[in-house]
């Protein structure tokens, strides 16, 4: 698989908004699913949304109802909007692609919340 690129990170007040967009490579349907992961320092990373080929997602507990994984084919990108973000949500953001070959990581982009 081609790597995927992460793009849209930076630094962000309390409540405010991000979006990050996974560009990948070929077809967004040819893939099994695109996650969106993070990873804090001195933590473990952690899945945070997925959306399956069938276009079903999900969401990890502390962001549900505030961030939203959607498929952008103008663009082949997966975005992850994330909204009403909190100190908590700071880490480096990674998406991640599977198809039938195996998986993909991106090289990640930073994601800090705080005045």
């Known amino acids: 698989q081609v790597q995927p690129v992460e793009s849209g990170g930076g630094l962000v007040q309390p409540g405010g908004s991000l979006r990050l967009s996974c560009a990948v490579s070929?077809?967004?349907?040819?893939?099994?699913?695109v996650a969106w992961y993070r990873q804090a320092p001195g933590s473990q990373r952690e899945l945070v949304a997925v959306i399956t080929r069938s276009g079903i997602t999900n969401y990890i507990g502390s962001v549900k109802g505030r961030f939203t994984i959607s498929r952008e084919y103008a663009k082949n990108t997966v975005d992850l909007q994330m909204n009403s973000l909190k100190p908590e949500d700071t880490a480096v953001y990674y998406c991640?692609?599977?198809?039938?070959?195996?998986?993909?990581w991106g090289q990640g982009t930073q994601v800090t919340v705080s005045s």
């Open positions: 070929g077809s967004l349907l040819s893939f099994l699913g």
């Open positions: 991640n692609t599977q198809d039938q070959t195996g998986s993909a």
